[in-house]
């Protein structure tokens, strides 16, 4: 399939799905109310509806799956391993964690930036960690490895944090955050989201070129003039960034940036800079389609978005070790 009709369908699908996310709500709108609430003013009530809670779900939607999406495709194509998605270099994890430490403190509630700011404290973390462990002279492996261990130190300390939680309550909001969401969202949380998220958008396109180079391996890289350490800081930086601001306001939603470069590689030319747009614009798709789901299967009591992206992604992902075991044997 040509690359500006891949590219131009899945933004219609993105685009179509956008306009679902906006129309579903346990609130019955019509469609002239729900336009005018959004646009004209219209009344109060649906002002506040499509305003306040249904365009900030829709975008943050929009942007963090486009941003998973594309930080699977890009590290799928840098480690030349179709089974990486953004949480392997635990970038998410810490994350997680320094949102789970806020929590924990009680600095969750004193302003509404101290949940994200946490957790973008812990990506940064993580990036650091990364970095002086890998950006030099570490091989994929050695960043594999380091993101692996992160995951695990971030996972531990989550877990002794909620054992050591004193307040029930505040366990079971730690519990439903980590199950990631994109109800009861503000524009605020877009506003603060989405410039990260774009700059992690344009690190991982500057580094399109390097990784197609890397599909050759590390050394036919080097010898065409890759420089692997900038690549690589492109690359962990990109996603750090992305995926930091995605999960510092929605939590962990996984397994988008796994499904979806699959999804749509057959569609391509299967080199991995070609992949990016499409994967993220699918990423954007499968979220918002999640997301609209979520609010109709059970409208009463609503299922937290990343439940339902790991009761796909899951079955997807032994799915993809059993073909791979196959290929090998």
Known sequence: MKPL?????LALL???LFLASLAVGPAELGLSESVRGLFAGGGEAASIIMREIRLPRALLGLGIGFTLGMAGAVLQGFLRNPLAEPGIIGVSAMAAFGAVAVFYSGLAGAALYALPAGALAGALAAVLILMALAARNGSTLTLILAGVALSSLAGALTALVLNLSPNPFASYEIIFWLLGSLKDRSIEHVWLALP??????LLIALSARAIDALSLGEEAAASLG???ARTRF??????ALGVGAATAVAGTIGFVGLVVPHLVRPLTTRMP??????AGLGGAALLLA???????VLPAGELNVGVLTALIGAPFFLWLVVRARREVF
């Open 5 to 9: 009709a891949l590219n131009l369908a």
């Open 14 to 16: 993105a685009l179509a």
């Open 196 to 201: 990260l998220m774009a700059a992690g958008w």
């Open 273 to 278: 800079s070609r992949l990016l747009l499409p």
């Open 226 to 228: 890759i420089h692997l």
């Open 234 to 239: 492109l690359i962990v930086a990109g996603v």
């Open 290 to 296: 999640a997301d609209v789901a979520v609010r109709l």
